[in-house]
Antibody, heavy 129, light 107 residues
Framework: EVQLLESGGGLVQPGGSLRLSCAASGFVFSGYAMGWVCQAPGKGLEWVSSISDSGTRTHYADSVKGRFTISRDNSRNTLYLQMHSLRAEDTAVFYC??????????????????????WGQGTLVTVSS | AIQLTQSPSSLSASVGDRVTITCRASPGINNALAWYQQKPGKAPKLLIY???TLQSGVPARFTGSGSGTDFTLTISSLQPEDFATYYCQQFNSHPVLFGGGTKVEIK
């Protein structure tokens, strides 16, 4: 059974930093791209970032580029999201998600233009003074 | 960039009703569309991928159709556990986008 367990959320002041973690189990972690999706309170879903199966390629939404860094440790089956320069508008539940296809790259080399098959339960990040 | 418009934003229906939710993409996205169900306080759950393929374990009353610009999610006979918010998602090109959501409420 695929399990994704996020941790690391909490209350942080504007301008502060936070690191989210996602512990994965139930599948061959190193074989799949992973991603983060956020959801502001009462709002819809927003894709944040993705990372390839090997960790060598990453991709960010414009809203977080230069402030957030996605990474993974395949030896620990863990995904990370390091967040800096946090703003009030970053307040959201952050979901870790597993992409559907193993070792997938399309003809253009994109690894993340595919379905998000499994999602964790999310961790709440609140940015407020 | 692709624009993704989901409608309606909410609807009221009764158990046993047939429900249809629409997602429109501009420009077209081939069949690169997924549908997710989200219940309050829970993570989204994949229902349909590649526009019309039912995810394993999802009841057959859920059907996805469409290609190009117009897509639909149909629930053939609404069950009590289907009251939730539904999102479409395009993954044809970046930026990957989710629709605004459709909240299905009890009439």
């Amino acid at each position: 059974e695929v399990q994704l367990l996020e941790s690391g959320g909490g209350l942080v002041q504007p301008g502060g930093s936070l690191r989210l973690s996602c512990a994965a189990s139930g599948f061959v972690f190193s074989g799949y791209a992973m991603g983060w999706v956020c959801q502001a309170p009462g709002k819809g879903l927003e894709w944040v970032s993705s990372i390839s199966d090997s960790g060598t390629r990453t991709h960010y939404a414009d809203s977080v580029k230069g402030r957030f860094t996605i990474s993974r440790d395949n030896s620990r089956n863990t995904l990370y999201l390091q967040m800096h320069s946090l703003r009030a508008e970053d307040t959201a539940v952050f979901y870790c998600a597993k992409y559907q296809l193993e070792n997938y790259y399309d003809r253009s080399g994109y690894y993340d233009l595919q379905t998000l098959e499994y999602w964790g339960q999310g961790t709440l990040v609140t940015v407020s003074s | 960039a692709i624009q993704l418009t989901q409608s309606p934003s909410s609807l009221s229906a009764s158990v046993g009703d047939r429900v249809t939710i629409t997602c429109r993409a501009s420009p077209g996205i081939n069949n690169a569309l997924a549908w997710y169900q989200q219940k309050p306080g829970k993570a989204p759950k994949l229902l349909i991928y590649d526009a019309s393929t039912l995810q394993s374990g999802v009841p057959a009353r859920f059907t996805g159709s469409g290609s190009g610009t117009d897509f639909t999610l149909t629930i053939s006979s609404l069950q009590p556990e289907d009251f939730a918010t539904y999102y479409c998602q395009q993954f044809n090109s970046h930026p990957v986008l989710f629709g605004g959501g459709t909240k299905v409420e009890i009439k």
